[in-house]
Protein backbone atom coordinates (compact mmCIF):
# COMPACT_ATOMS: atom_id res chain seq x y z
CA UNK A 1 0.00 0.00 0.00
CA UNK A 2 1.22 3.17 -0.98
CA UNK A 3 1.31 6.34 1.65
CA UNK A 4 -0.40 9.59 -0.21
CA UNK A 5 1.36 12.06 1.71
CA UNK A 6 -0.24 15.47 -0.07
CA UNK A 7 1.96 17.54 2.17
CA UNK A 8 4.94 16.71 -0.61
CA UNK A 9 3.48 19.22 -2.06
CA UNK A 10 3.48 21.70 0.18
CA UNK A 11 6.51 21.53 1.75
CA UNK A 12 8.80 24.43 0.35
CA UNK A 13 7.88 27.39 -1.78
CA UNK A 14 8.97 26.86 -4.77
CA UNK A 15 6.62 23.62 -5.52
CA UNK A 16 3.61 25.45 -3.51
CA UNK A 17 3.98 28.00 -6.24
CA UNK A 18 4.93 25.37 -8.95
CA UNK A 19 1.57 23.39 -8.31
CA UNK A 20 -0.97 26.61 -7.33
CA UNK A 21 -4.14 26.13 -9.49
CA UNK A 22 -5.16 29.58 -9.91
CA UNK A 23 -3.24 33.05 -10.35
CA UNK A 24 -4.22 36.50 -10.05
CA UNK A 25 -3.41 39.18 -12.32
CA UNK A 26 -4.55 42.88 -13.03
CA UNK A 27 -5.67 41.83 -16.26
CA UNK A 28 -8.58 40.38 -14.03
CA UNK A 29 -9.81 43.24 -12.42
CA UNK A 30 -12.50 46.66 -13.12
CA UNK A 31 -11.87 49.30 -10.76
CA UNK A 32 -14.60 51.14 -9.76
CA UNK A 33 -14.84 54.37 -9.45
CA UNK A 34 -17.38 57.39 -7.64
CA UNK A 35 -17.97 60.84 -9.52
CA UNK A 36 -18.92 63.73 -7.86
CA UNK A 37 -19.99 67.47 -9.11
CA UNK A 38 -17.14 70.01 -8.52
CA UNK A 39 -13.78 70.83 -8.93
CA UNK A 40 -10.58 69.59 -6.67
CA UNK A 41 -12.92 67.08 -4.80
CA UNK A 42 -11.42 64.30 -2.79
CA UNK A 43 -13.97 62.84 -0.20
CA UNK A 44 -13.50 59.70 1.14
CA UNK A 45 -16.36 57.20 1.80
CA UNK A 46 -16.22 56.30 5.81
CA UNK A 47 -18.07 53.10 5.25
CA UNK A 48 -15.24 51.97 2.58
CA UNK A 49 -12.12 53.25 3.79
CA UNK A 50 -9.50 53.95 1.07
CA UNK A 51 -12.53 54.13 -1.80
CA UNK A 52 -13.08 57.96 -2.58
CA UNK A 53 -15.65 59.83 -4.44
CA UNK A 54 -14.08 62.22 -6.79
CA UNK A 55 -14.51 65.32 -9.08
CA UNK A 56 -13.81 65.06 -12.46
CA UNK A 57 -10.36 66.62 -12.56
CA UNK A 58 -9.36 64.71 -9.35
CA UNK A 59 -10.51 61.29 -10.93
CA UNK A 60 -8.03 62.42 -13.74
CA UNK A 61 -5.42 61.99 -11.35
CA UNK A 62 -7.02 58.60 -10.03
CA UNK A 63 -7.29 57.07 -12.92
CA UNK A 64 -3.45 58.18 -14.11
CA UNK A 65 -2.13 56.79 -10.96
CA UNK A 66 -4.63 53.03 -11.79
CA UNK A 67 -2.90 53.18 -14.84
CA UNK A 68 0.58 53.57 -14.27
CA UNK A 69 -0.24 50.51 -11.22
CA UNK A 70 -1.29 48.31 -14.12
CA UNK A 71 -5.22 48.84 -13.21
CA UNK A 72 -7.15 49.54 -16.82
CA UNK A 73 -10.30 48.65 -16.64
CA UNK A 74 -12.32 50.87 -14.56
CA UNK A 75 -16.31 50.84 -13.79
CA UNK A 76 -17.54 54.65 -13.05
CA UNK A 77 -20.47 55.49 -11.23
CA UNK A 78 -22.02 58.84 -10.76
CA UNK A 79 -23.29 60.64 -7.43
CA UNK A 80 -25.86 62.67 -8.90
CA UNK A 81 -27.43 66.24 -7.11
CA UNK A 82 -30.88 65.28 -5.08
CA UNK A 83 -32.38 68.72 -7.50
CA UNK A 84 -31.41 66.35 -10.57
CA UNK A 85 -32.87 63.24 -9.57
CA UNK A 86 -36.90 62.64 -10.76
CA UNK A 87 -39.37 59.87 -11.14
CA UNK A 88 -37.91 58.44 -14.55
CA UNK A 89 -34.48 58.98 -14.06
CA UNK A 90 -34.35 61.54 -17.26
CA UNK A 91 -30.84 63.09 -15.84
CA UNK A 92 -29.19 60.08 -17.05
CA UNK A 93 -30.14 60.35 -20.78
CA UNK A 94 -28.41 64.06 -20.57
CA UNK A 95 -25.23 64.32 -22.77
CA UNK A 96 -23.97 66.88 -20.53
CA UNK A 97 -24.55 65.40 -17.45
CA UNK A 98 -21.89 64.47 -15.04
CA UNK A 99 -21.34 60.78 -15.86
CA UNK A 100 -21.13 61.16 -19.79
CA UNK A 101 -18.42 64.20 -19.23
CA UNK A 102 -16.77 62.34 -17.00
CA UNK A 103 -16.72 59.19 -19.23
CA UNK A 104 -15.47 61.67 -22.32
CA UNK A 105 -12.71 63.23 -20.07
CA UNK A 106 -11.45 59.74 -18.97
CA UNK A 107 -11.18 58.75 -22.61
CA UNK A 108 -9.84 61.97 -24.07
CA UNK A 109 -7.03 61.68 -21.22
CA UNK A 110 -6.48 57.69 -21.49
CA UNK A 111 -7.61 56.50 -24.79
CA UNK A 112 -6.67 52.94 -23.80
CA UNK A 113 -8.30 52.31 -20.92
CA UNK A 114 -11.37 50.04 -20.61
CA UNK A 115 -14.96 51.49 -19.30
CA UNK A 116 -17.54 49.89 -17.98
CA UNK A 117 -20.01 51.95 -17.20
CA UNK A 118 -23.17 51.36 -15.35
CA UNK A 119 -27.12 51.48 -16.75
CA UNK A 120 -29.59 51.49 -14.27
CA UNK A 121 -31.85 54.47 -12.61
CA UNK A 122 -31.75 54.29 -9.44
CA UNK A 123 -29.11 57.05 -9.12
CA UNK A 124 -31.37 59.09 -10.89
CA UNK A 125 -34.75 58.38 -9.88
CA UNK A 126 -36.05 60.24 -6.80
CA UNK A 127 -37.91 57.00 -5.59
CA UNK A 128 -34.31 55.34 -5.06
CA UNK A 129 -35.31 52.42 -7.38
CA UNK A 130 -33.64 50.66 -10.72
CA UNK A 131 -37.12 51.21 -12.31
CA UNK A 132 -39.70 53.98 -12.43
CA UNK A 133 -41.98 53.39 -9.87
CA UNK A 134 -45.86 53.82 -10.07
CA UNK A 135 -48.26 53.08 -7.57
CA UNK A 136 -45.30 51.23 -5.73
CA UNK A 137 -44.92 49.28 -8.81
CA UNK A 138 -41.65 49.38 -10.25
CA UNK A 139 -42.26 49.08 -13.88
CA UNK A 140 -40.74 47.14 -16.61
CA UNK A 141 -41.01 47.81 -20.24
CA UNK A 142 -41.40 51.88 -19.60
CA UNK A 143 -37.70 51.75 -17.55
CA UNK A 144 -36.42 49.48 -20.87
CA UNK A 145 -36.86 52.86 -22.85
CA UNK A 146 -34.87 55.11 -20.68
CA UNK A 147 -32.16 51.77 -20.18
CA UNK A 148 -31.78 51.79 -24.03
CA UNK A 149 -31.67 55.89 -23.94
CA UNK A 150 -28.87 56.07 -20.78
CA UNK A 151 -26.90 53.53 -22.37
CA UNK A 152 -26.94 55.23 -25.97
CA UNK A 153 -25.69 58.31 -24.42
CA UNK A 154 -22.93 56.50 -22.42
CA UNK A 155 -21.78 54.97 -25.52
CA UNK A 156 -21.61 57.89 -27.64
CA UNK A 157 -19.61 59.67 -24.70
CA UNK A 158 -16.87 56.70 -25.47
CA UNK A 159 -18.01 53.67 -23.06
CA UNK A 160 -16.67 50.47 -24.35
CA UNK A 161 -19.06 48.11 -22.02
CA UNK A 162 -21.93 48.97 -20.91
CA UNK A 163 -22.94 46.97 -17.54
CA UNK A 164 -27.00 46.89 -17.19
CA UNK A 165 -27.23 46.62 -13.46
CA UNK A 166 -30.86 47.10 -12.68
CA UNK A 167 -32.40 43.21 -13.24
CA UNK A 168 -35.21 44.13 -15.46
CA UNK A 169 -36.78 41.52 -17.97
CA UNK A 170 -35.45 42.02 -21.58
CA UNK A 171 -33.09 44.75 -21.00
CA UNK A 172 -30.37 43.52 -23.00
CA UNK A 173 -32.12 42.48 -25.54
CA UNK A 174 -33.51 46.05 -25.89
CA UNK A 175 -29.94 47.75 -25.11
CA UNK A 176 -28.16 45.69 -28.10
CA UNK A 177 -31.14 46.32 -30.22
CA UNK A 178 -30.55 50.44 -29.54
CA UNK A 179 -27.12 49.97 -29.79
CA UNK A 180 -26.52 48.46 -32.83
CA UNK A 181 -29.67 50.50 -34.59
CA UNK A 182 -27.02 53.71 -33.35
CA UNK A 183 -24.29 52.13 -34.96
CA UNK A 184 -22.26 51.18 -31.78
CA UNK A 185 -22.11 47.33 -32.62
CA UNK A 186 -18.77 47.14 -30.84
CA UNK A 187 -20.14 48.64 -27.59
CA UNK A 188 -20.16 45.63 -25.49
CA UNK A 189 -22.81 44.42 -22.67
CA UNK A 190 -21.72 42.90 -19.12
CA UNK A 191 -24.92 41.75 -17.68
CA UNK A 192 -25.47 41.72 -14.28
CA UNK A 193 -27.17 38.08 -14.81
CA UNK A 194 -27.44 37.32 -11.11
CA UNK A 195 -27.72 40.01 -8.99
CA UNK A 196 -29.50 39.31 -5.68
CA UNK A 197 -31.20 41.42 -3.36
CA UNK A 198 -28.23 41.64 -0.95
CA UNK A 199 -27.39 43.28 2.55
CA UNK A 200 -23.85 44.09 1.38
CA UNK A 201 -24.95 46.69 -0.98
CA UNK A 202 -25.16 49.41 1.74
CA UNK A 203 -21.98 51.18 1.74
CA UNK A 204 -22.41 51.57 -2.28
CA UNK A 205 -26.03 53.05 -1.52
CA UNK A 206 -24.29 55.75 0.69
CA UNK A 207 -21.60 56.63 -1.67
CA UNK A 208 -23.86 57.43 -4.10
CA UNK A 209 -26.91 58.19 -1.78
CA UNK A 210 -29.07 55.87 -3.93
CA UNK A 211 -31.15 53.71 -1.23
CA UNK A 212 -34.74 53.53 -2.07
CA UNK A 213 -36.56 55.55 -0.53
CA UNK A 214 -39.27 53.20 0.19
CA UNK A 215 -39.86 49.07 -0.31
CA UNK A 216 -36.76 47.11 -1.36
CA UNK A 217 -35.21 45.63 -4.38
CA UNK A 218 -36.88 42.05 -4.11
CA UNK A 219 -39.59 42.42 -6.90
CA UNK A 220 -36.33 42.88 -9.66
CA UNK A 221 -33.16 41.59 -7.65
CA UNK A 222 -33.04 37.88 -6.87
CA UNK A 223 -34.39 36.15 -3.58
CA UNK A 224 -30.79 35.25 -1.87
CA UNK A 225 -32.18 31.44 -1.65
CA UNK A 226 -31.97 30.76 -5.41
CA UNK A 227 -29.68 29.07 -7.43
CA UNK A 228 -31.45 27.81 -10.73
CA UNK A 229 -33.39 30.85 -11.00
CA UNK A 230 -29.52 31.95 -11.58
CA UNK A 231 -29.21 30.07 -14.79
CA UNK A 232 -32.42 31.00 -16.59
CA UNK A 233 -31.53 34.88 -15.95
CA UNK A 234 -28.10 33.50 -17.78
CA UNK A 235 -30.17 31.57 -20.93
CA UNK A 236 -31.85 34.84 -21.59
CA UNK A 237 -29.20 37.28 -21.21
CA UNK A 238 -27.13 35.10 -23.19
CA UNK A 239 -29.84 34.64 -26.14
CA UNK A 240 -30.52 38.29 -25.55
CA UNK A 241 -26.69 39.21 -26.68
CA UNK A 242 -25.08 39.57 -23.68
CA UNK A 243 -20.98 39.67 -24.20
CA UNK A 244 -20.64 38.70 -20.43
CA UNK A 245 -22.44 37.36 -17.49
CA UNK A 246 -21.97 38.89 -14.22
CA UNK A 247 -22.45 37.41 -10.36
CA UNK A 248 -23.59 40.23 -8.17
CA UNK A 249 -22.42 39.86 -5.15
CA UNK A 250 -19.37 37.71 -5.33
CA UNK A 251 -18.53 35.94 -1.73
CA UNK A 252 -21.98 34.38 -0.53
CA UNK A 253 -22.38 33.54 -4.16
CA UNK A 254 -19.26 31.66 -5.01
CA UNK A 255 -21.63 28.44 -5.82
CA UNK A 256 -23.06 30.54 -8.11
CA UNK A 257 -19.95 31.97 -9.99
CA UNK A 258 -19.14 28.15 -10.51
CA UNK A 259 -22.40 27.41 -11.75
CA UNK A 260 -22.69 29.83 -14.28
CA UNK A 261 -19.02 28.90 -15.01
CA UNK A 262 -19.96 25.34 -15.82
CA UNK A 263 -23.11 26.08 -17.69
CA UNK A 264 -21.81 28.83 -20.24
CA UNK A 265 -18.75 29.55 -22.31
CA UNK A 266 -19.03 33.46 -22.12
CA UNK A 267 -16.60 35.41 -19.82
CA UNK A 268 -18.24 34.98 -15.82
CA UNK A 269 -18.01 38.38 -14.11
CA UNK A 270 -18.34 39.07 -10.48
CA UNK A 271 -18.77 41.84 -8.46
CA UNK A 272 -16.57 42.07 -5.25
CA UNK A 273 -18.74 44.63 -3.65
CA UNK A 274 -19.00 47.32 -1.37
CA UNK A 275 -20.48 45.55 1.71
CA UNK A 276 -17.38 42.47 1.15
CA UNK A 277 -14.79 45.20 0.81
CA UNK A 278 -15.89 47.09 3.92
CA UNK A 279 -16.36 43.57 6.27
CA UNK A 280 -12.36 43.30 5.21
CA UNK A 281 -11.63 46.66 5.86
CA UNK A 282 -13.58 46.92 9.49
CA UNK A 283 -11.86 43.87 10.68
CA UNK A 284 -9.03 44.58 9.38
CA UNK A 285 -8.81 47.92 11.39
CA UNK A 286 -9.57 46.40 14.53
CA UNK A 287 -7.07 44.37 14.16
CA UNK A 288 -8.73 41.30 14.38
CA UNK A 289 -7.71 40.10 10.99
CA UNK A 290 -5.13 40.64 8.90
CA UNK A 291 -6.77 43.21 5.84
CA UNK A 292 -3.67 42.71 2.93
CA UNK A 293 -3.90 38.44 3.30
CA UNK A 294 -7.30 38.52 3.54
CA UNK A 295 -7.57 40.60 0.52
CA UNK A 296 -5.55 38.24 -1.84
CA UNK A 297 -7.66 35.20 -0.31
CA UNK A 298 -11.13 36.53 -1.29
CA UNK A 299 -9.66 37.73 -4.50
CA UNK A 300 -8.47 34.11 -4.99
CA UNK A 301 -11.27 32.50 -4.41
CA UNK A 302 -13.47 34.23 -6.39
CA UNK A 303 -11.47 33.62 -9.52
CA UNK A 304 -10.97 29.94 -8.10
CA UNK A 305 -14.81 29.72 -8.08
CA UNK A 306 -14.61 30.40 -12.04
CA UNK A 307 -14.55 34.54 -12.89
CA UNK A 308 -12.50 35.52 -15.63
CA UNK A 309 -13.43 39.54 -14.20
CA UNK A 310 -13.44 40.00 -10.75
CA UNK A 311 -14.77 44.00 -10.16
CA UNK A 312 -13.07 45.18 -6.95
CA UNK A 313 -12.37 48.01 -4.60
CA UNK A 314 -9.32 45.93 -3.55
CA UNK A 315 -8.06 46.34 -7.60
CA UNK A 316 -6.14 49.50 -6.91
CA UNK A 317 -4.65 48.04 -3.26
CA UNK A 318 -3.69 44.79 -4.63
CA UNK A 319 -1.56 46.46 -7.77
CA UNK A 320 0.03 48.26 -4.67
CA UNK A 321 0.70 45.18 -2.99
CA UNK A 322 2.21 43.34 -6.04
CA UNK A 323 4.42 46.00 -6.25
CA UNK A 324 6.07 45.71 -3.17
C1 LIG B 1 -27.56 49.55 -8.60
C2 LIG B 1 -26.20 49.12 -8.22
C3 LIG B 1 -25.84 48.69 -6.94
C4 LIG B 1 -24.48 48.38 -6.98
C5 LIG B 1 -24.04 48.63 -8.28
N1 LIG B 1 -25.13 49.08 -9.04
C6 LIG B 1 -26.59 48.60 -5.65
C7 LIG B 1 -27.99 48.28 -5.61
O1 LIG B 1 -28.50 47.43 -6.35
O2 LIG B 1 -28.65 48.89 -4.78
C8 LIG B 1 -23.72 47.89 -5.80
C9 LIG B 1 -22.27 47.85 -5.84
C10 LIG B 1 -21.65 47.65 -4.51
O3 LIG B 1 -22.32 47.46 -3.48
O4 LIG B 1 -20.42 47.68 -4.48
N2 LIG B 1 -27.88 49.70 -9.92
Not at 30 to 39: A, D, R, T, V, Y
Not at 247 to 275: E, F, M, Q, T
Amino acid sequence: MITRRPRRNRQSEVIRNMVEETTLGLNDFIFPLFIIEGQNKKIEISSMPGINRFSIDTLLEEVNSCVELGVKAFAPFASIPEQLKDKTGSESMNPDGLFPRAIREIKRNFPDVVLMTDVALDPYSSDGHDGIVENGEILNDETLEVLGKMALVQAQAGADIVGPSDMMDGRVAHIRKVLDTAGYHKVGIMSYTAKYASSFYGPFRDALDSAPKKGDKKTYQMNFANSREALIEAELDTQEGADFLMVKPALAYLDIIKLLRDNSNLPIAAYNISGEYAMVKAAAQNGWIDGEKAMVEVLTSIKRAGADVILTYFAKEYAQYIRR
